[in-house]
């Protein structure tokens, strides 16, 4: 048998990568390697259970809030209630005043994000465009040390200071939330910050555009994936504080939610199933400011590890 000239092969080659790629285009089936491997398992069980530790308690959450005083007490709490109680839900509404505490908590949330954004990215971007300075060196050095200071260290100067200052409610608390959220942020700004090119700000200084511009017009867009990243963790960190709006609010009647809810490990010590419905309405906003904001956080985190 004699085999065939090349250019035949060629030609014969041609007409089939044609066909397969219109086939692509069309949507047909096409030819996959095959990546199957072992399973890693040790990874595997590692999902699950930390799967299984997010799961468990939100289920054993939802299945006390639909249940009424007598069967909260009743059971080992995971049998799912029917038909299910929703009056828990209209009682926490009333004993915590929640249109009143959630509106001061998202106040002070939102007042965290907006100011943790702003100073953090604008510290950032003058460390990491000076960072053959020492001062800003030693400043960026400062921020992180920062992070090893626990709030009762300096809880009580704090409520000292925010009681001389007379803002010993949630602006105070506001302004301590955005003071202790910069150390973090700023390691993340500054790490982002790296993998922007400093050519893009040259050639728009080449313009005549100022610092200023820059920051604005082009570094702090630039931002957007890391934005979500530190407001995401800014916002949970403010809602879910319970010990600085306890010390530092005086008036009772501006507390946030976290604070509110503790009235359920007092008077109504009993009411598990008014408790833990109050606590799932607190968790809502949690959740809704992470479904909006997954997509960048992913990528703020490792895009910022990467340089």
């Known amino acids: 048998m004699t085999a065939q000239p090349a250019s035949t092969q060629t030609a014969a080659t041609v007409p089939a990568t044609r066909e397969q790629e219109a086939r ?3 949507g047909g089936p096409r030819l996959r390697k095959d990546r199957g491997g072992p ?16 799961l468990v308690p939100l289920y054993f959450t939802l299945a006390m809030a639909f249940k009424t005083p007598e069967q909260a007490v009743q059971g080992t709490g995971f049998t799912w209630p029917w038909p299910m109680n929703w009056a828990s839900f209209a009682d926490a509404w009333t004993l915590t005043d929640f249109p009143r505490s959630f509106t001061i908590s998202l106040l002070i949330a939102v007042g965290t994000v907006v100011g943790t954004l702003i100073l953090s990215s604008m510290a950032s971007y003058a460390i990491a465009r000076n960072w053959d300075r ?16 626990p709030f009762p260290v300096v809880a009580l100067p704090q409520v000292k200071l925010t009681a ?16 202790f959220q910069m150390s973090f942020s700023v390691l993340l700004y500054s790490a982002f910050l790296r993998s922007i090119p400093e050519e893009i700000e040259e050639s728009a200084r080449v313009d005549g555009a100022s610092t200023w511009q ?25 809602w879910n504080d319970f010990m600085m709006p306890s010390l ?3 008036d009772p009647t501006e507390q946030t939610l976290p604070v509110v809810q503790n009235i359920f490990q007092l008077a109504f010590a009993t009411n598990y199933n008014i408790a833990f419905a109050s606590y799932l309405m607190a968790m809502l906003p949690t ?15 490792t895009r910022g590890a990467i340089k």
């Open 39 to 54: 399973t890693n398992w040790p990874a595997t069980l590692l999902l699950v259970l930390a799967s299984l530790s997010v």
């Open 214 to 238: 820059v920051f604005w017009r082009i570094i702090f867009p630039l931002l957007a994936p890391m934005n979500a990243t530190v407001g995401i963790f800014a916002f949970l960190a403010s």
């Open 134 to 149: 020492k001062l800003f060196r030693w400043s960026y050095f400062y921020l992180l040390a920062a992070m090893f200071i």
């Open 248 to 250: 530092i609010t005086s």
């Open 287 to 301: 959740i809704v400011v992470y479904v909006l904001a997954q997509r960048w956080i992913m990528e703020g985190v």
């Open 164 to 179: 001389m200052l007379g803002i010993d409610g949630p602006v105070g608390v506001t302004v301590l939330h955005v003071m």
């Open 24 to 26: 692509r285009r069309r």
